[in-house]
């Protein structure tokens, strides 16, 4: 048929679709620029493996869907049968419809006119619903090819986006007069011989996003979320990388499974000389049982590649998050939480009270949490029950919800409508409404049971309850979607039902949206445990964690903004004394660590001092200034060689403006932690770097600061200065901040 060559941005697909048997990749990584058909078939001939012994007698390629009719002995990319037979398949290309109307810019040579390649039956069409993961602009490849004996037909959606974003979908339609099981459908891409290292986040509750690296052996790393969601110990991004790879250096390829119920993300290296990278969905026994002409459709799995490392799959992946139309346009407004202010004790006249000093802190989104419901007191009882409590708001909460518009805020609720408490109404009415095997309950988890939504009925009460609480209401403008529980034993009619019970939450979230269109919606899940870039396409951020402790912030958001941009992630000030590790520390240090994010406030701030008022008032100031750039700029991390010393920053994507914060852990052996370089910025470009206007200075364990940070206007040096040397690092106290800011200078 055809070789197929993409480019976009910094990155180049070639597929092999000359047939007969299912196209394979010949390169996914950097751009090759543009390549002649000679050139292609070049390349193609000049990377065929040889035939080796005690082998077989061709050689073996890895093609889009791994088969063992194609030689393939390790993980299947398919596995199925019905009833026992078509265990086993090999597809025939069929037709590939490339789509790529959108050349890189200034490269005439590489032009391709839409074409579509056939070998027979009409063209796949990728369907405009799905077209948003790529945008306009993207180029699109669609192969569809079929196996006549096991009456499958597989479809392949290839997507590369502008930024260089590489997404890629199977579906399998049965043709066959059964049914069909399909136990496992699994994209993969595979990644060159020089990447021998692995990367991967790992995590628990209040400790989300915990990197973890090795040498990738023979073998497969697998990693595998049944948790019913993504999981506090997703990886959200599975990485493989050139050795001793870091944030600004080092070729790096990564994949992601955007998918918010069970999953699988897997790295496969085969003596053979193959190496893949891949993810899907993790299926239960029968839980997919195709009917004939039905078809099951796969998770996207997002990959991206990098030349100058981590930081780089950040850029492809931010850049492709801010494209997407359903993106947050409007400033992320400074949001206040109320739940470690208050809890369960909801009073109109404290609560009115906190909206006040919100409003003179700075704050433009005040949220009422958990407990406002009906029998709501502790969490042991009331959640399913969708009605505001009258004995608690006997006026029910538009009082609350005209005061704080008073002081133009924002008003968002908490909800957790995915759950339910055996001591509520709802369970007492309709126990039958809830995941479970034939005969047993699961156990129980904070006291909570798991709505099976894939249930008509209960669906359409929630939908019904939901959309009621917000056309009741004038002026909720947010909800902070909670999920506080593992779906354990999650059956639906006597199957697992875990794929049927994601597909009704985002149904139900769709549905929802379309009620009700200005009405944002965060993704809580017992904190960071449903991050993910499908749950990401119906909410608006991220909690990324139950943690407000600045410490075990630093780290948790370092890695969650490996794949998601910074207005997504809720970053807030917690309280001097944290909730969950009872740490204490300085504002200044809580203040730094919640700037760069979807910044917000989870603190009784009724009670605290007018000094602190007036402190945190700065701070909220400082980020609304900065907000433009942290929320719109490129996230840079700095390979610091202490490891009591973290620094990042964000730098404008025109260069002339960055901020960067640079964290004291703990102590060092060294009392001197050295300079830190500023990357990102432009090498000809001269910069004023200084500490950020209104920041208040950190606890310095010195007697003179370095010379520079002692002048009143910094100092001045070029980008390139900036970059390769960096500036000396005053002797910080540990759990102190310095936020620095560079400004170019004309």
């Not at 979807?598 to 200034?625: C, T, Y």
Request: proline share 8%.
């Amino acid at each position: 048929m055809s070789i197929v060559h993409l480019r976009r941005a910094r990155t180049s697909l070639v597929l092999d679709a000359r047939g007969p048997g299912l196209p394979r990749v010949v390169h996914w990584g950097a751009d090759l620029g543009p390549l002649s058909g000679d050139d292609l078939a070049a390349l193609v001939a000049a990377t065929v493996p040889p035939v080796v012994p005690s082998s077989f007698d061709a050689p073996t390629v890895l093609s889009l869907l791994p088969e063992a009719s194609a030689g393939w002995s390790g993980r299947p990319g398919l596995a199925g049968h019905r009833a026992g037979r078509d265990w086993s398949t090999a597809f025939r290309l069929v037709d590939v419809d490339v789509r790529d109307e959108t050349p890189p810019p200034g490269d005439p040579a590489h032009r391709p006119d839409p074409s579509r390649v056939a070998a027979g039956g009409e063209a796949v069409r990728v369907p405009d619903a799905e077209r948003d993961h790529g945008g306009a602009g993207a180029a699109r490849v669609t192969v569809r090819a079929s196996d006549p004996g096991a009456g499958l037909t597989l479809t392949v959606e290839i997507t590369l986006d502008p930024a260089g974003l590489l997404t890629l979908r199977h579906r399998v339609r049965n043709d066959g007069d059964g049914g069909y099981e399909v136990r496992e459908l699994t994209p993969v891409l595979p990644v060159p011989a020089v990447a021998t290292e692995l990367l991967d986040l790992t995590g628990r509750w209040c400790r989300e996003r915990a990197p973890q690296r090795h040498p990738w052996p023979m073998g497969a790393w697998v990693r595998e979320g049944r948790h019913g969601r993504t999981g506090h110990d997703a990886t959200l991004l599975l990485v493989a990388g050139t050795p001793g790879f870091g944030f600004g250096h080092g070729e790096v390829w990564a994949v992601h499974t955007a998918w918010s119920g069970d999953h699988v993300t897997v790295a496969e290296r085969r003596p053979t000389g193959e190496a893949t990278l891949g993810g899907g969905e993790l299926l239960a026994p029968s839980e997919i049982l195709l009917g004939p002409g039905e078809e099951y459709a796969t998770p996207l799995l997002y990959a991206v590649h990098s030349t100058v490392g981590l930081d780089g799959l950040s850029d492809v992946l931010h850049t492709h998050l801010r494209a997407r139309p359903q993106h947050p346009r409007s400033p992320r407004p400074v949001t206040l939480n109320v739940w470690e202010a208050v809890y369960f004790d909801h009073d109109l006249d404290r609560l009115k009270g906190l909206a006040d000093r919100a409003a003179e802190v700075g704050v433009e989104r005040f949220v009422l949490d958990d407990g406002w419901f009906r029998g709501r007191r502790h969490d042991q009882t009331g959640l399913g029950d969708w009605w505001v409590d009258d004995e608690v708001w006997p006026d029910g909460l538009q009082p609350l919800i005209d005061h704080v518009g008073k002081h133009g805020m924002q008003f968002g609720l908490w909800v957790e409508p995915e759950m339910v408490n055996p001591d509520s109404d709802l369970f007492r009415a309709h126990p039958d409404w809830v995941l479970q095997a034939p005969g047993r309950l699961p156990p129980e988890w904070r006291h909570q049971q798991v709505l099976d939504l894939a249930n008509p009925a209960a669906y359409a009460h929630l939908l019904g309850r939901l959309d009621a609480v917000l056309s009741e209401h004038d002026g909720i403008a947010y909800l902070k979607w909670d999920h506080n529980r593992d779906l354990t034993e999650a059956g639906h009619g006597g199957r697992p039902g875990v794929h049927a019970q994601t597909v009704a939450v985002y149904r139900l979230l769709d549905e929802l949206r379309a009620r009700h269109p200005s009405v944002e919606i965060e993704s809580c899940s017992s904190g960071g445990a449903r991050v993910d870039l499908e749950i990401l396409r119906r909410t608006e951020r991220v909690w990324a964690s139950d943690c407000n402790d600045a410490l075990e912030r630093l780290s948790i958001q370092r890695w969650t903004g490996l794949l998601l941009a910074p207005e997504l992630i809720g970053t807030h000030i917690g309280p001097e004394r944290s909730h969950t590790t009872q740490r204490v520390h300085d504002l200044g240090f809580r203040a730094v660590t919640a700037l760069f994010g979807h910044h917000g406030i989870e603190w009784d701030i009724s009670r605290i001092s007018a000094a602190e008022r007036i402190e945190l008032a700065a701070w909220v100031a400082l980020h609304k200034r900065l907000r433009p750039l942290l929320h719109a700029g490129r996230v840079v991390r700095i390979d610091h060689p202490d490891p009591a010393v973290q620094a990042h920053g964000v730098v404008a994507h025109d260069r002339s403006h960055a901020v960067y914060a640079v964290s004291r852990l703990a102590t060092s052996v060294a009392q001197v932690p050295g300079a830190v370089r500023l990357p990102g910025l432009d090498p000809a470009r001269r910069y004023r770097v200084r500490p950020a206007a209104g920041a208040p200075e950190p606890a310095l364990l010195e007697l003179a600061p370095p010379g520079w940070l002692a002048a009143a206007d910094g100092v001045i040096l070029n980008g390139s200065v900036l970059g390769s040397v960096g500036v000396q690092l005053p002797a910080l106290h540990p759990e102190q901040a310095l936020l620095l800011e560079a400004t170019a200078v004309e």
